[in-house]
């Protein structure tokens, strides 16, 4: 009987257009044949899966087997790469995982598709951005709605994230502020200075130069 793996599933984990018939899923986890191998007794498995099995029963000290019929297998010897059974799972139609897509096509055509796929969500290149996006919609996002954007200051034209532009503006030299005199006027932040008048040494006014 077959001994499911502990690690991740080794085989094809795609939608195919059509089911793959049980004799080329693999016997350890149940998915299509991923570089499928096949041992002297006739079995056939992932290749990682079977190396995965093997792994741990090295790891236990116990005698390699066929995790089908507990048959002896030597590693070199007893187990050979399936290339006709890897050629026909290949050929098998998909469907596009992209979510909308609509693209079908074979197994070996995927990673071509999706290199162009408009529909594939692909990581935002800003920094500290950890959000995926459709392809389509990639370039809206980078300069316009992602709140890691690169911006200028309105005012000093210092680049920021947008996102820490609000605290940038706390502290610029150049944001406007209301004269604190009520002037009425509104001057950068770096051009007001206080002075206290010796004729009211309790009392500061702020001078501002325009």
Known sequence: MAV?????????????VSEVEEDLQCLICYLPLKDPVQTRCGHRFCKGCLDDHFRRQEIQRLPLTCPADRDGLVRDRDVFPDKATERKILSFSIKCPSEDCEWTGELR????????CVYK????????????????????????????????????????????????????????????????CSVPRGLL??????????????????
């Open 4 to 16: 499911a793996s502990e690690r991740s599933p080794s085989g094809y984990d795609e939608e195919f």
């Open 109 to 116: 055509e995927k990673e071509v598709h999706l290199s162009s």
């Open 121 to 184: 969500a692909v990581p935002c290149p800003n920094l500290n951005c950890l959000l995926k996006v459709q392809r389509q919609h990639l370039s809206y996002h980078v300069s316009v709605f992602c709140e890691w954007r690169i911006v200028n200051c309105d005012h000093c034209s210092e680049p920021r994230p947008q996102c820490h532009m609000q605290d940038h503006f706390d502290q610029c030299s150049q944001f406007p502020v209301t004269c604190p005199n009520n002037c009425g």
């Open 193 to 210: 200075r206080s002075n206290a008048l010796k004729r009211a040494p309790t009392v500061q006014v702020f001078m501002h130069f325009k």
